[in-house]
């Protein structure tokens, strides 16, 4: 599940989850998490209750340090993520390997960053190569969540880790790509998994400021929407003898509203 926005996106997040967990009986679950606290940042209530419906891990991106409060929870959790590619000494840790249940064996999990249009911070494609190496000695099931702007990079990152990662997903955007697909390597691949959060909206914030942002090219004070609330997430299985992708499913729930007609 990608980009919870707000407690609107934890909302529905908290209603729905279960429900999913069951109908594609899902072994493992994990969430973008940066911006579920007022749209930006995490909070230990938060964390409580997505980890209350099935939640496992939480990655991050540029705004998971936002709130100061959960900045003690980020250093000492292993299950919140924070891009593994910011620089040496960046409190909290960026990849973690985590029992699957029913003796399935562990998952890996990690959270990069990326660079166009974002912080100059280490490569992410570097990063990649030994982490995923590390991984590897552990577990043939690694996911990667690449929080990045461009899709180009998001694309580039993919097609370098096909066959070493099990999937990888792109967050940041907000908006969900209709690209998802298996690469010839076998992994999963979707550029942007979305925005579970309120759509009458400027990628989760109140309309009018953000508009007045791009009009006037001056600061205005963000406020997290909450009206028209969707669902953004993916279902992927894995072979359990390779690890690599064999089905993905993009969910984007309710779906708009497409015709005004008859």
């Not at 419906?53 to 993520?81: E, M, R, S």
């Not at 099990?166 to 992994?187: C, F, P």
């Not at 999963?188 to 508009?211: F, Q, R």
Request: hydrophobic share 35%; proline share 4%; glycine share 10%.
């Amino acid at each position: 599940m990608a980009d919870i926005v707000g407690q609107p996106g934890v909302d529905i997040v908290t209603k729905m989850l279960k429900g999913y967990i069951q109908k594609y009986q899902i072994h493992f679950v994990i969430c973008n998490g940066e911006n579920a606290y007022r749209g930006k940042g995490m909070s230990n209530e938060i964390l409580k209750q997505l980890r209350g419906v099935g939640v496992d891990v939480i990655t991050g991106g540029n705004h998971i340090w936002d709130n100061y409060k959960f900045h003690d929870t980020l250093k000492k959790d292993p299950a919140i993520l924070r891009p593994m590619n910011y620089p040496k000494g960046t409190y909290g840790t960026g990849y973690g390997i985590f029992d699957l249940p029913n003796g399935l064996g562990k998952i890996g999990v990690l959270n990069l960053q990326g660079r166009t249009f974002m912080y100059a911070i280490d490569c992410p494609f570097r990063t990649a190569d030994w982490v995923i190496e590390k991984m590897s000695q552990e577990t043939k099931y690694i996911i990667v969540d690449i929080h990045a702007e461009a899709t180009a990079e998001k694309i580039a990152l993919a097609m370098h880790l096909d066959g070493r990662a099990s999937a990888v997903m792109g967050s940041h955007s907000h908006v969900q790509t209709s690209d998802e697909r298996i690469l010839k390597n076998g992994t999963g691949y979707c550029t942007d998994v979305g925005m579970t959060g309120p759509y009458d909206s400027v990628i989760g914030m109140v309309a009018k400021p953000a508009i007045e942002r791009f009009v006037y090219q001056t600061p205005r004070k963000y406020e997290c929407a909450t009206d028209d609330v969707h669902l953004c997430a993916m279902v992927i299985k894995l072979d359990a003898e390779t690890g690599k992708t064999v089905f993905l499913e993009r969910i984007f729930f309710p779906e708009f509203e497409k015709s005004t007609m008859g």
